[in-house]
């Protein structure tokens, strides 16, 4: 399901009793850099609560001036490592934050971008469009028959499709560039937006590109320009083909994906998904 | 005197969509300041990953994040199985200024 699982390490920057403060702007600096590398820090001084620590290891910085005390984590849950920073540049202290970690695992910005759809459950009336509209599987059912993003690393990556189709405006991606679809508050015209319930199944009838581009010519004027079915439907191609060029799916195995009968079955079972889950509520 | 509020900084690292000058000034100000608090490199790649360490954030009182969209933050943690209190202050660095951000985030309630 998610395969980016290694969790970063949490530094904590302890400027409490027995540690000298670091100046500002060299503080600023080092947790510039360790935030850009992935980690998690800390900043441990006065006037605000922390957050209670897990199950990580805990390393702590701090300018003990050579007398860097070792500690122990009364649960034993936590192994904490210490190390003085003392007279120590940015630079200096970022490297030696790299070096403690050593060879442990740990996702970093720049090579995955965290890209899936997050539900508005505020807004969501559980119709299972976007279970029938996405093509990857990204979208299931709970337990107690709720949509759900059940498979996150199965989104490809700017493609936000689906929220464009959404009848609610209820599919956020929040690190889409433009509003709604980022998450910013929605306008009366896209209130107007969710009057609109499309019904899969009759647009698929035909062909699916041309059945999708002909609701949309009907639907333009209330359609925003951030949420168009024309918009999703490209991007919903471009995305398959990405992905034949980039050679992750065979083009005989996407040419098995799309067709218009799956297509019609999918919908055909996220219908009766929504039907059961509307009745069980 | 009542407990001081948790503050959590989110640097949206794994993808450039907040201002750089904006979350910049952000931490600079908050490093100048004697306040503790939390940063994370990003809310979206720990929702991503159902990361348990968003349970220990949503649990905190006085909870005040500088993110982005609050509704986007919302949803992230209740995505992630841990939804955030009601009265979780969200400040959208996407939107808002580093000014207006940083004195709320350190605004005392005593």
Same mark, same amino acid.
């Given at each position: 399901?998610?395969?980016?699982?290694?969790?970063?390490?949490?530094?904590?920057?302890?400027?409490?009793?027995?540690?000298?403060?670091?100046?500002?702007?060299?503080?600023?600096?080092?947790?510039?850099?360790?935030?850009?590398?992935?980690?998690?820090?800390?900043?441990?001084?006065?006037?605000?609560?922390?957050?209670?620590?897990?199950?990580?290891?805990?390393?702590?910085?701090?300018?003990?001036?050579?007398?860097?005390?070792?500690?122990?984590?009364?649960?034993?849950?936590? &192994?904490?490592?210490?190390?003085?920073?003392?007279? !120590?540049?940015?630079?200096?202290?970022?490297?030696?934050? &790299?070096?403690?970690?050593?060879?442990? *695992?740990?996702?970093?910005?720049?090579? #995955?971008?965290? #890209?899936? *759809?997050?539900?508005? +459950?505020?807004?969501?009336? %559980?119709?299972?469009?976007?279970?029938?509209?996405?093509?990857?599987?990204?979208?299931?059912?709970?337990?107690? %028959?709720?949509?759900?993003?059940?498979? %996150?690393?199965?989104?490809?990556?700017?493609?936000?499709?689906?929220?464009?189709?959404? *009848?609610?405006?209820?599919?956020?991606?929040?690190?889409?560039?433009?509003?709604?679809? %980022?998450?910013?508050?929605?306008?009366? &015209?896209?209130?107007?937006?969710?009057?609109?319930?499309?019904?899969?199944?009759?647009?698929?009838?035909?062909?699916? +590109?041309?059945?999708?581009?002909?609701?949309?010519?009907?639907?333009?004027?209330?359609?925003?320009?951030?949420? &168009?079915?024309?918009?999703?439907?490209?991007?919903?191609?471009?995305?398959?083909?990405?992905?034949?060029?980039?050679?992750?799916? *065979?083009?005989?195995?996407?040419?098995?994906?799309?067709?218009?009968?799956?297509? !019609?079955?999918?919908?055909?079972?996220?219908?009766?998904?929504?039907?059961?889950?509307?009745?069980?509520? | 005197?009542?407990?001081?509020?948790?503050?959590?900084?989110?640097?949206?690292?794994?993808?450039?969509?907040?201002?750089?000058?904006?979350?910049?000034?952000?931490?600079?100000?908050?490093?100048?300041?004697?306040?503790?608090?939390?940063?994370?490199?990003?809310?979206?790649?720990?929702?991503?990953?159902?990361?348990?360490?968003?349970?220990?954030?949503?649990?905190?009182?006085?909870?005040?994040?500088?993110?982005?969209?609050?509704?986007?933050?919302?949803?992230?943690?209740?995505?992630?199985?841990?939804?955030?209190?009601?009265?979780?202050?969200?400040?959208?660095?996407?939107?808002?200024?580093?000014?207006?951000?940083?004195?709320?985030?350190?605004?005392?309630?005593?």
């Amino acid at each position: 399901m998610i395969t980016h699982t290694h969790r970063p390490l949490r530094v904590v920057l302890y400027e409490g009793s027995g540690s000298i403060a670091l100046p500002a702007e060299s503080r600023a600096k080092v947790m510039m850099a360790l935030l850009d590398q992935g980690y998690t820090v800390t900043r441990s001084g006065h006037g605000a609560s922390a957050v209670p620590h897990d199950d990580r290891s805990l390393l702590v910085l701090g300018a003990f001036e050579g007398r860097a005390p070792a500690l122990e984590d009364a649960t034993g849950l936590v &192994s904490i490592d210490t190390r003085d920073i003392t007279g !120590l540049a940015p630079d200096a202290i970022v490297a030696l934050v &790299s070096k403690s970690r050593g060879d442990k *695992p740990m996702n970093e910005p720049g090579k #995955w971008k965290p #890209w899936f *759809p997050v539900i508005d +459950y505020s807004r969501c009336t %559980n119709c299972m469009q976007c279970l029938s509209f996405c093509l990857f599987d990204v979208y299931g059912v709970s337990e107690d %028959n709720k949509i759900q993003v059940q498979n %996150n690393d199965n989104c490809k990556t700017n493609c936000p499709a689906c929220s464009r189709v959404c *009848p609610e405006v209820a599919i956020m991606f929040p690190k889409y560039q433009a509003g709604p679809i %980022n998450g910013d508050e929605i306008n009366e &015209s896209e209130s107007g937006r969710e009057k609109i319930k499309v019904d899969i199944s009759s647009l698929l009838g035909g062909d699916i +590109y041309s059945a999708l581009k002909d609701r949309s010519a009907a639907a333009k004027s209330r359609f925003s320009k951030e949420r &168009s079915p024309d918009k999703a439907l490209d991007e919903r191609k471009k995305c398959l083909t990405k992905l034949v060029g980039d050679g992750f799916i *065979p083009a005989d195995v996407l040419a098995s994906l799309p067709s218009t009968e799956e297509i !019609l079955k999918k919908a055909e079972i996220a219908k009766a998904k929504a039907a059961a889950a509307l009745a069980a509520q | 005197m009542s407990s001081p509020a948790t503050i959590l900084y989110c640097r949206c690292a794994y993808a450039q969509v907040v201002p750089t000058g904006v979350k910049n000034d952000v931490l600079q100000q908050l490093c100048a300041s004697e306040a503790s608090f939390e940063t994370v490199s990003d809310l979206c790649e720990m929702a991503a990953h159902r990361d348990p360490r968003l349970q220990a954030i949503a649990a905190c009182s006085k909870l005040r994040i500088a993110a982005c969209y609050p509704r986007a933050v919302k949803g992230l943690f209740q995505q992630a199985g841990f939804p955030l209190p009601a009265e979780t202050e969200i400040l959208n660095m996407r939107t808002q200024t580093a000014a207006e951000i940083t004195e709320s985030l350190l605004r005392s309630d005593s």
